[in-house]
C-alpha cells in the first residue's frame, strides 16, 4: 500500500515537471517562431497542458485501506456493472466489504485484468486478489491463499432439449469450457479415460461459450456452478445437465510475504462464517449450498430471500424498451467520457514522447558512429518486430521483478511511448534522408558545424515532411491504446466491454464506442490533411 | 619565393585527389592574389567543380597543400587507395550511410577539422544548385547563418542582409520564400548568402548555366560589381564570353590539372598549348 502512494506521489512530482516545461517550451516557441508548425506545436502543447492540469482524485480516507483486486469486466455473480447505476456489484463484492470491516478497514477496489491479477498481486499493485480465483497447487507455489470463502463445482450447460446428462455423454462431442480453469481440468481428465475423444474448446469467459452454443459450434459446456445459475438457468434456451460435477473452492489470494495479512483475513472469515454474515451474503446471492452448508457445519433454516439474484434475474429476464435502452445509454456517457479523457491523456503524452524520442533514435541512427548507429537500428526492429501486447506486460509485469515498478498510467504511456518512438525514428529517417544533401553541404559551407546544420537547416525541414506521417500515426496510437487494458488501465475499450457485458449489447455499447474514437480522432485527420497541405512538399519545389 | 607566397591570398600545391579509387585531381598548382577575378574553362568532367570544392574544403584533399588567407592546410596520403577512398570500402559505407552531403571529416584530427571549417568562413561558395534554405525567408536566408554560425544578433546580420540584397537589387523580395524567385533572383540571393558571411573568396560554380539569357547579365553585373569592390573571385563557367570581358585570370583545365593559365585575350588569342586550342576551337 505504501508503495501504491509512494508511486502516486511521484508521478505527481513528474506531472508537475512536465507542466513546467511545457510552459517553459512555449515561452520559447513564441518568442522563437511564428510559423504554421509552431503554432501547431503550440496548439498540441496547450492540450497536454489543459489534460495535466486536471485534478486529480484524491485517495484520503480515515481507515486504513484494504486495496483488493478484481476484473469488473468479470462476471455476474463474482463482480459486475449494476445496470442501473453501473457501480461495481457481486458477491465478492460484498464479501471484499465484509472482511474489511471486520478488520476495521476500508475495502478499495482495484481495477484488474483477470489474468493479471495473480502478477499483480506480486508487484504491489494491490493487497489481495479476490475473484473467483480457485486454490490450486499450482498458484499455491506462487501465492497464498485464505481458507475458503465460497466452494461450489462445476455444472454442465447444454441446449434445451439435448440428451446429454452426464460426463460420459460428451464422448465424440464440442464441448466449452473457461480457459485454465476446473472445468478444463474436469473435460481433458474425463477425455483421456474415455473411448473418444473429447473436443474441447477453451474460452476467454464462459458467456462466449455460451453463444457458441448457440452458434451451434458446441454440443454443451462446463463451467462454474455460479455462472450456470446467473447465464443459463433462466434462459429458455439452456439447460443445465444433472448434478455439480467436482468440487472447488475461491480463496483469496495473498502475497507469500504477507504472513500477517493471511493471518488477518482467515480470521475475518472466520468470523464472518461464524456470524452468518457469510451465508448471509450467499443466500441474497442465490448462492447458499451443499458444500458451504457443510464447511461452515451451518444447516440451520434460514429465511433471507435471494434479493440481488432476483434483482439480476429481472435485470436480464425482460427486453428493454425503446426509451429505456436510450435512458441507459444517457446514463454510460458519463463513464465514456470519463474514459475517453484517459484514453486522451494517454495517447497524447505517448505520442509527445514518441515524437521526441523518435527524433533522438533517427538522428543516433543516420549521423552516430557505427556502435551506437546499429544499437538504434537493433531498437527499431526489436520493438517494430515484436507485439505492443508483449512489450506492455513486459514493463508492467516483468520489470517490477527488477526494482523497476511504474504506475499502470505511467507503464500504458511508456509502453507505448516506447513503441511508437520505433515508429517515428523511420519516419524521421524518411525526412530526414528526403532533405536534399545539398542542404547539408551549403550549410556547412557557410562554416556551421554539422550539429547546427542539423538544428536549423536539416531538421526544421525534415519536421515539416514528418508531420503528415507522424499524425497520421497519432490516430493509430489513439486506437492501440485499447491495448492498455491488459495493465489494468480502464480507458474506452475497457469500458465499452464492461458496459456490454452487462446486458450483452454489443451492438448499441460498440456505436457508442466507435463514435467516440471517431470524435477523438477527428481533429487529427483535419489536422493531418492540413499539415499535407500546408508542408507539402512539391508544393514547395513549385516555383512560381 | 616565400614572401610571395604571403602576398598571394590562395596558393594551392600538388592537389590531389581521389573518388573510388580514380584519380580525380592530378596535382594541381595555383595561386591568385586579393582582387582577382579568375575564370576556369575546361570540358565536362576534367574536374572544375572538384577543384572548387577542395578549395573549400568539402572535399578533403588527399594530399597537397592548400593555404588560403592566412590557413595552411596540408595532407600528404602514401597511397593512391586510401581506406576513404578504396571502391570496396566505400560501397559497404554506401549500403550504411547514404551520402548526406556531409564530408568524410570523421576521420581527420581535430586541428585539420578547425583548420577547414576555418576556411570555409573566409571563402563562401555559390553551387550549380544554389541551395537556399526552402524554410527561411529570402531576408533569414541571409540573416541567420551569421547568427548561427558566428552568434552575431539579429540587430546587426538583418540590417547587413538587408544591404546585400540592396546591392543585388532584391530588397523588395526579402519576405519571399526561395520558391517564390525567379532563377536569377534565387541566384543573386545566394550570392548575398554567401557575402554575409564576409568572406574574403568567393567561388562560383556555373553560377548562369542554368538562368535565361537575359537573367544572365543580372547575375553577372553583380560579379563584376564586386570586382571592382576588389572581392577575390574564381568562377567555373562555360560562358566564355564573360570570361573573357570581366576576368583578369583565365584558367584552362584538363584531365585533373591546369593546362594553361592568363590573361583572357592570351588565351582566347593566342593560347600556347596545343590542347586548349583545340578545346577553344571546338566552341
Ligand atoms: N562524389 C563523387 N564520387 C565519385 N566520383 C566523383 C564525385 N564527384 C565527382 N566525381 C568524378 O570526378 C570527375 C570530375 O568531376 P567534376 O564534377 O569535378 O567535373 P566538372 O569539371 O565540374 O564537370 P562539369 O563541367 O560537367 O560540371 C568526374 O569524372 C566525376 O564523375
Ligand atoms: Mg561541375
Known sequence: MYELMNNFINFRSIRRLSYLMIKKFQEYLKKKYTSGLSSILLKLTLIFAILFSIPEISYSQKKPALSWAADAEGNAPFIFKDPTNMNNIGFEVDIAKAIADELFMEALFVQNQWDGLIPGLQIMNYDVAINGIEITPERLSEVNFSTPYYITHVQLVVLKGSKIRCLSDLFGKDVGCLKNSYAERVLLDTAERGPTAIRVKSYEGEVNAFQDMLNGRLDAALVDAPIALYYASWNPEFQLAGEGIGEMSYGVAIRKSDTLLLRNINNALASIGSKGKLKDILMRWNLWNQSMRKYLNDYSESNIPPSEFKKYLKSQGKAKTFSERMQGYYDSLSLFGRAALTTIQISVTSMIIAIILGLVIALIRIYSPPPFSKMATAYIELIRGTPLLIQLYFIYYVLPTTGIKFTPFLAAVIGLGLNYAAYEAENYRAGLFSVPKGQMEAAISLGMKRRQALRFIIIPQALRLVIPPITNDFISLLKDSSLVSVITMVELTKVYMQLSLVDYDFLGNGIIVALVYLLLGLPFVKMAKYAERRFSVDKKRVVQ | ?283
Open chain 2, 1 to 283: 619565393m616565400y614572401a610571395s607566397q604571403q602576398d598571394e591570398l590562395i596558393n594551392v600545391k600538388g592537389l590531389h585527389k581521389y573518388f573510388l579509387g580514380n584519380h580525380i585531381l592530378k596535382g594541381i598548382d595555383f595561386s591568385a592574389n586579393e582582387g582577382d577575378l579568375i575564370s576556369i574553362i575546361g570540358r565536362s568532367g576534367c574536374g572544375k567543380t572538384t577543384f572548387l570544392r577542395c578549395l573549400n574544403c568539402l572535399e578533403i584533399l588527399d594530399s597537397g597543400t592548400i593555404h588560403i588567407a592566412g590557413i595552411t592546410l596540408s595532407r600528404h596520403l602514401n597511397h593512391h587507395i586510401t581506406e576513404e577512398n578504396n571502391p570496396s570500402n566505400n560501397k559497404k559505407r554506401r549500403v550504411l550511410l547514404p551520402n548526406l552531403g556531409m564530408p568524410k571529416e570523421e576521420r581527420l584530427d581535430d586541428d585539420f577539422r578547425l583548420k577547414a571549417r576555418a576556411i570555409r568562413l573566409k571563402v563562401g561558395i555559390l553551387f550549380q544548385n544554389l541551395n537556399l534554405f526552402p524554410h527561411m525567408t529570402v531576408l533569414e536566408n541571409i540573416s541567420r547563418p551569421p547568427m548561427i554560425v558566428k552568434g552575431e544578433n539579429r540587430d546587426q546580420t538583418v540590417p547587413r542582409a538587408i544591404g546585400l540584397l540592396e546591392k543585388v537589387g532584391l530588397e523588395k523580395f526579402m519576405d519571399r520564400y526561395p520558391h517564390q524567385l525567379s532563377g536569377g533572383q534565387a541566384q543573386r540571393v545566394a550570392i548575398a548568402r554567401a557575402l554575409a558571411m564576409s568572406p574574403q573568396v568567393m567561388l562560383y560554380d556555373e553560377p548562369t548555366s542554368s538562368l535565361d539569357p537575359e537573367l544572365v547579365q543580372e547575375v553577372m553585373e553583380v560579379m563584376i560589381n564586386l570586382h571592382k569592390e576588389g572581392m577575390t573571385q574564381i568562377i567555373v563557367t562555360h560562358a566564355m564570353n564573360f570570361a573573357r570581358k570581366a576576368s583578369n585570370i583565365v584558367i584552362y583545365m584538363e584531365d585533373g590539372k591546369i593546362v594553361e593559365q592568363g590573361h583572357p585575350d592570351e588565351i582566347f588569342d593566342n593560347a600556347k598549348d596545343q590542347r586548349t586550342q583545340q578545346y577553344l576551337s571546338i566552341l
